[in-house]
């Protein structure tokens, strides 16, 4: 399918619109007021929800191996998920994971 260059900027400007209509719904309307308990520790959750799903892929299918999964990257994955569980900071878990992932594609080659 082809688009035109008009059809291409308008998509462009209802995503922006969109986007801001859905961040300005929860910022703008609620931002001001207090929060239910419930929601403050819910949102509490949504770093160890997101950076599993951003990693996930790049340990089991990373691009660097032609999609092939390898040891360096499952071990760092498992030595991350150590140290966070250790330490129950995301920081001290994610610079584990890259010392390891990188000590291991240096010495396994």
Do not use: C, H, Q
């Not at 959750?45 to 951003?54: H, Q, R, S």
């Not at 892929?57 to 250790?86: I, S």
């Amino acid at each position: 399918m082809t688009y035109t260059t008009l059809e291409i900027w308008t998509i462009i400007l209802l995503l922006g619109v969109g986007t801001y209509l859905i961040r300005f719904s929860f910022l703008g309307l609620i931002g001001n007021r207090p929060m239910p308990p419930i929601v403050l520790k819910l949102l509490r959750y949504t770093p160890v929800a997101v950076l599993p799903g951003m990693v996930a892929p790049l340990v089991l299918w990373p691009a660097a191996t032609g999609g092939e999964p390898d040891l360096a990257r499952g071990v760092a994955a498992l030595v991350a998920f150590g140290v966070g569980l250790a330490t129950r900071n995301t920081i001290w878990a994610m610079l584990g994971g890259a010392v390891a992932l990188y000590t291991l594609l240096f010495t396994l080659g």
